[in-house]
């Protein structure tokens, strides 16, 4: 059964629910409950599947890439240690430009090919410019869900097979 290598994930509206440079204010802080907040005092949230989601697949040996296009890297980053997520990325590709970058960034570091790869992203201009490197890319809608994960690994999976 063809499985990808490592799989990437877009941050805003990927697995969380909103643009970190525009709709929370960092930096960030977790409280003494372990919610985490904005200055604002805002609760920040996260899709509800998306720690699970990276657990497993981390247990299961893929290798996870973060890249996503946000100028706010320091609030970024910031939420991916409160979160707990940190651990499970092995390359974190965050700042603005073309996802193409990110991605031969990505490359240049695993030693990976594109075609060893999956990526979910909620923009499609990005599935775009991926699939056009030979990378399987999954639009999401409403977030990572363990659902998405399973379509993902599915495509991948047709894509690859051997004919
Ligand atoms: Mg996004």
Redesign the pocket.
Known sequence: MEKPKLIAF?????LWPFWVDTHVRPPFRKTPEGAVKDSRDEKVKFYPEVPEVLKTLHQQGYILAVASRTPETAGANQLLKLFDWDKYFNYKEIYPGCKDKHFKQIQKNSGLQFSEMLFF???QRNIVDLSALGVTSILVDGGVTKDVVLQGLNKYRNEHCKK
């Open positions: 877009d941050l805003d509206y990927t992203d909620d923009e």
